[in-house]
């Protein structure tokens, strides 16, 4: 897949549909890669030029020394849309991609189209449960990224869901075993960090939020929060836990194309 170099780091992305569609910007979760959107992309790409991307520390993009700051991923963003000379665009981000997602809606918003926040919050988790899990990793590093995936199946999906399907969850969970410690631990400190409570109004795009009914790690409640501090979004709720867009693939992705084509 091509790159493009920024100042400090260079971005590992991928574009799909045709060149002179909207363009729309899909950012993944703490953990994954681009390769997180493989289902929604045949459909979103009927109808957009869609950009997907891997964050700072994440895949095939640079792992540069952190911590990082959701500032600077959101950054990162407009470096990449810049260097492929893309003035407007949608965006459609998950968990900690939702988080650069209001960044940019607070600081970017003459450029944004439309807004998609999935399974995420103004303010995810407490100092204390990300400083614990960075010093897990800093502590076991490979091992420590490996037992996570096995962890992390129970936060990311019901479940029933991967009960009935082992190989969908399991392509998702070896991403989290295949990033880097370190740029791993980068990204949870700007996740730790990030706090748009008394932002969202700021936010003027039209959004929309999408949540997981059985999300233990960002609730309904989290989405009803950034719902009604940012005006005239919409809310949508999915039968699924954090990986919405992998649990509830066809629902997802019917809903936010619904949105996102207007």
Not at 75 to 95: H, M, R, T
Not at 178 to 190: I, R
Not at 237 to 260: I, K, M, P, Q, Y
């Amino acid at each position: 897949m091509p790159t493009v170099q920024l100042a400090d780091a260079s971005l590992n992305y991928r574009l799909d549909g045709a060149a002179g569609a909207p363009v729309l910007v899909l950012s993944n979760s703490l953990g994954t890669s681009l390769g997180m959107w493989d289902e929604q992309v045949p459909a979103f790409a009927e109808h957009f030029h869609v950009l997907r991307y891997d964050t700072r520390g994440h895949g095939g993009s640079s792992v540069t020394d952190g911590p990082y700051t959701i500032e600077q991923l959101g950054c990162d963003v407009l470096g990449l849309l810049d260097a492929l000379g893309i003035e407007k665009f949608s965006f459609c981000g998950l968990s900690m991609g939702g988080l650069i997602g209001q960044w940019l809606g607070v600081h970017a918003g003459e450029r944004l189209q439309r807004l998609v926040l999935c399974n995420t919050g103004a303010k995810i988790g407490s100092d204390q449960i990300w400083n614990e899990r960075i010093a897990q990793v800093l502590k076991g590093r490979e091992q420590a990224m490996r037992d996570m995936r096995d962890a992390s199946i129970a936060r990311w999906f019901t479940p029933a869901f991967a009960e009935r399907h082992p190989a969908a969850a399991g392509r998702i969970t070896a991403m989290i075993a295949g990033t880097s410690p370190d740029g791993y631990v980068a990204n949870c400190a700007a996740v730790r960090d990030a706090d748009f409570r008394e932002q969202l109004g700021a936010i003027k795009a039209a959004t929309m939020v999408v949540c997981g009914q059985q999300d233990p790690v960002t609730t309904v409640e989290h989405g009803e929060f950034m719902q009604q501090r940012i005006a005239g979004a919409d809310l949508v709720t999915l039968d699924a836990a954090h990986l919405s867009n992998v649990e509830a693939g066809e629902a997802f992705t019917l809903r936010v194309l619904d949105f996102l084509r207007g």
